[in-house]
């Protein structure tokens, strides 16, 4: 499926304020709404590998339940210490009620 679109999600079944963690091609990825936006990034955190599922969303960035790093779901760039490496975002889309996410 690489550089290609994917079906991710429905609409209703990811309201602002929760993510959805999920398998493309034996990668991880999490789908995000923060404020009614998607957002699709990587879903380890690049200080520990540590799975951002089980991390927080704030404002428009999700934070790391290990060590408290929190990342720009806009551009991936660490927001606090430890981490010093972003995470890397993906594309959203929607259409008809259905949320795509643009892997590579």
């Not at 960035?61 to 991936?76: D, Q, W």
């Amino acid at each position: 499926m690489a550089n290609d679109w994917v079906q991710v999600a429905r609409c209703d079944e990811l309201q602002p304020g929760r993510m959805k963690r999920v398998d493309i091609d034996g990668r991880h990825y999490l789908i995000v709404n923060a404020n009614g936006r998607i957002y699709g990034v990587d879903d380890l955190c690049s200080h520990e590998e540590v799975s951002l599922y089980l991390g927080c969303i704030q404002g428009d960035s999700i934070k790391c339940s290990l060590h408290g790093s929190r990342f720009s779901l806009k551009n991936g760039k660490p927001l606090d210490e430890p981490a010093t490496e972003p995470i890397k975002t993906y594309p959203t889309k929607i259409s008809s009620d259905l949320i795509y996410l643009h892997v590579e």
